[in-house]
């Protein structure tokens, strides 16, 4: 998409999580993509219109890209399609219609709630040891409750928390503030999880996306009842419930 000019879009309905916003086709087509940013979970095509496209995965969400001779027969599931001056077809799959797209003005894309009150992002130079811990100062929520906000960091999800926690040794029900000192700065807890979150993620994104849900690919998550894989635990991944969101943790090495 970056480079290129939106030729046609194709909506096969009007609505997807929302509405889509009025005249979307039309905003979007004969202009060019300048470039492609993502926030958090949210992807960004800022346009030659000044306006930015922000789209939302959800859940079931995809992108199918074809050219030429590759384009396959369209599903029920495709709502929206791309045709793009570069010869490519881009096409929106989402079967559960969780996903969203807007448009947006740079004052709208600042002042969006989803996107405005995010912290700074896990692979990034402003997230470190010092930045967790004063977001989580004085927190009376669980770590994991914590970590799940995306104003304490953007874009983690209830996945790589639970792998974060593992590997930095720390338990998610402890509370959020006790890797802070009571002036926010870092406890020795917090630079072994700020590290953990960076080195999860480095490790997610390195494996295909095709392994996303083989079972090998995680310490802890969706291992409740087995034996903890660190070396000289004899404990065994326990399972609950926290906010809504299910926890596995090894409550022997997790503290």
């Known amino acids: 998409m970056e480079g290129a000019r939106f030729v046609r879009v194709l909506l096969r309905r009007p609505d997807l999580r929302t509405p889509f916003p009025a005249r979307f086709a039309a905003r979007l087509q004969g202009r060019t993509v300048r470039r492609l940013d993502r926030r958090a979970k949210y992807l960004l095509a800022i346009l030659s219109s000044d306006e930015t496209l922000v789209m939302h995965l959800g859940m079931s969400g995809s992108f199918r890209v074809e050219r030429g001779r590759e384009r396959t027969e369209d599903g029920p599931h495709d709502h929206v399609v791309f045709h793009m001056s ?121 494996r295909s996306a095709t392994a996303y849900r083989r079972g090998d690919r995680f310490r802890v998550y969706d291992r409740a009842g087995e034996r903890c894989r660190r070396a000289n635990c004899r404990g065994t991944i326990a399972q609950r419930t926290q906010s809504g969101r299910t926890t596995f943790y090894c409550p022997t090495c997790q503290r």
């Open 86 to 206: 570069s010869g490519f077809r881009i096409t929106f799959t989402d079967p559960r219609r969780f996903g969203f797209m807007d448009l947006l003005t740079p004052r709208q894309l600042t002042e969006h709630p989803a996107v405005s009150r995010l912290g700074p992002e896990p692979l990034s130079s402003a997230f470190d040891a010092v930045a967790l811990a004063r977001a989580c100062r004085g927190k009376k929520t669980s770590l994991k409750a914590a970590l799940l906000d995306q104003r304490v960091v953007a874009g983690l999800g209830n996945i790589y928390v639970s792998e974060a926690l593992y590997l930095a040794r720390l338990s998610p029900l402890r509370l959020a503030s006790t890797i802070a000192t009571a002036s926010g700065a870092s406890r020795p807890a917090a630079v072994r999880l700020a590290a953990a979150i960076k080195q999860v993620l480095d490790q997610a994104i390195a």
